[in-house]
Nanobody, 126 residues
Framework: QVQLVESGGGSVQAGGSLTLSCEVS?????????MGWFRQAPGNMREGVAV????????KYGDSVKGRFTISRDNAKNMLYLQMNNLSPEDSGMYYC??????????????????WGQGTQVTVSS
C-alpha cells in the first residue's frame, strides 16, 4: 500500500516561492512510475499541476504553471518535490501528491491515479 504525506505548504506573498515535499512510504519509489501533483482551489475543479513519468523519463506541466514550477523526485529518499516560483494568488489551493503503480504513462489524467495524499495548503496573497 502506497502512502503519501505532503508538507511544505504555507502562506507567501505574490512573487514568492515554496517547495512542496511528498514523502512516500509502503513502496519503493523505484517501482512507482507515475507520480505528480494536483491542486484544488475552493469552488474550482481539481487540476493537474505537474507529473513525472520515470520510464522515459518525462515530465508534464499544466499550462498555468509552465516555466514557474518544477517537479522532481529523489528515489534514494523516497521523496517527490514541487518547486514553485513566482507564485500568484491564482496558485492558491490544496495541493495533493499522487501516485500510481501502472507502467503506462498517465499524465495529467486525475482518474488515473489510485493513491492520493491528504494535501497541503498553499495560500498566495497579493
Amino acid at each position: 500500500q502506497v502512502q503519501l504525506v505532503e508538507s511544505g505548504g504555507g502562506s507567501v506573498q505574490a512573487g514568492g516561492s515554496l517547495t512542496l515535499s511528498c514523502e512516500v512510504s509502503g513502496y519503493s519509489l523505484l517501482r512507482i512510475y507515475n507520480m505528480g501533483w494536483f491542486r484544488q482551489a475552493p469552488g474550482n475543479m481539481r487540476e493537474g499541476v505537474a507529473v513525472i513519468y520515470t520510464l522515459s523519463p518525462f515530465t508534464k506541466y499544466g499550462d498555468s504553471v509552465k516555466g514557474r514550477f518544477t517537479i522532481s523526485r529523489d528515489n534514494a529518499k523516497n521523496m517527490l518535490y514541487l518547486q514553485m516560483n513566482n507564485l500568484s494568488p491564482e496558485d492558491s489551493g490544496m495541493y495533493y501528491c499522487v501516485a500510481d503503480l501502472s507502467e503506462g504513462y498517465i499524465g495529467l489524467r486525475e482518474a488515473g491515479y489510485n493513491y492520493w495524499g491528504q494535501g497541503t495548503q498553499v495560500t498566495v496573497s497579493s
